[in-house]
């Protein structure tokens, strides 16, 4: 999974020379898939990134276009490929907590900046015509069938060979087969919206003032597509139970409740129904990632969570 570690000889090597030299070098945490690391430049604080595939950060370039006041973005100054075969990215450094590092006793402060800034994501524009994969090559998926994809185990996605894992454990098989069942049944129910959403808005990828009140930076663009800006919303409910935090601040119930939401007509149609579709979406495809990845403890947490919004059904929207 992911890239390989580099040491700190590599990365002082690869920007020697660059204007402002490399002070203060130091690695960083957080990214599944890149090794990141944090130094100053000519009084500047940046950040370089390494990983597989230069597209990923391309797509961290694009999305300084929807920045704004609630949905702060990072500059990203390059992207390119090292002589080695690397894709890098070098953006300015924003400081913060992770966001669902945030405990239980911030959670009224949590709550109101975390709902802003998943109507920031509503808010941002999009002509009716644009792509469910907007940051990439052109694509004629839907909406319905980009989740539907989801489902499938592609051998030309990154993320694949799961599904006979899956399939010869009994109890995950009957949960995946029930699971895979429920959202295609939901599924229509799903409108052809084209929201910004993130997709990924936990494991280190949104950074909170340590008061809680503000947030720092969105990271991390890879996953996002346009679609269902309740998507985001299921994110953070199911995960929930790993992060207090967010679990107190209940960001759904407010952002069901924010003014941009409700003066668009149509935009809580079927609310519950859709948001237990991509609740039941995300788990599923975390028990394929878990596979890949080789995490049993994981896989065993995320069956148990799935299993229970599949038998709780679809939460009680107001």
């Known amino acids: 999974m992911g890239v390989d570690e580099l040491k700190q000889d590599e990365v002082e090597a690869f920007l020697a020379g660059r204007p402002g030299g ?84 911030q959670a009224d402060a949590i709550g109101p900046t975390l709902t802003r800034l998943l109507a920031a994501l509503y808010r941002a524009p999009a002509a009716p015509d644009s792509p469910v994969v907007w940051h990439q090559p052109p ?3 839907s909406w319905r069938e980009f989740l539907l994809s989801g489902l499938a185990d592609d051998p030309d996605k990154v993320v694949h ?22 959202v295609r049944s939901l599924v229509d129910a799903c409108p052809e919206r084209r929201d910004l959403v993130h997709g990924d808005l936990l494991h280190g990828n949104v950074l909170v003032s340590p008061d809680a009140r503000r947030i720092e930076a969105v990271l991390s663009w890879k996953c996002s597509v346009r679609g269902d800006f309740l998507f985001d919303a299921a994110w953070c409910t199911f995960w929930a139970p790993w992060h207090p935090g967010i679990a107190a601040a209940d960001p759904l119930t407010d952002l069901l409740r924010d003014p941009s939401v409700r003066a668009e007509p149509g935009a809580l149609v079927d609310a519950a129904t859709r948001h237990h579709c991509y609740e039941l979406h995300i788990g599923f495809t975390h028990l394929g990632w878990n596979v890949w990845t080789k995490n049993q403890e994981a896989l065993t947490a995320t069956a148990r969570r799935l299993a229970e919004v599949l038998e709780r059904g679809p939460l009680p929207l107001s």
């Open 139 to 141: 694509s004629t998926l």
């Open 22 to 105: 490399v002070q203060d070098l130091e690695p960083l945490s957080g990214g599944a898939w890149s090794s990141a690391w944090a130094y100053r430049a000519g009084g500047e604080e940046l950040v370089v990134r390494f990983g597989p595939d230069a597209s990923w950060y391309e797509a961290d370039r694009m999305a300084m276009a929807f920045a704004g006041p609630d949905l702060p973005v990072p500059e990203v100054r390059e992207v390119g490929t090292t002589a080695s075969g690397r894709a890098y990215a070098i953006s300015v450094r924003h400081h913060g907590r992770f966001l669902e590092d945030t405990p239980v006793e």
């Open 161 to 182: 060979g799961w599904a006979e894992a899956l399939a010869e454990d009994r109890e995950l098989a009957a949960l995946s087969a029930e699971v895979t069942k429920q």
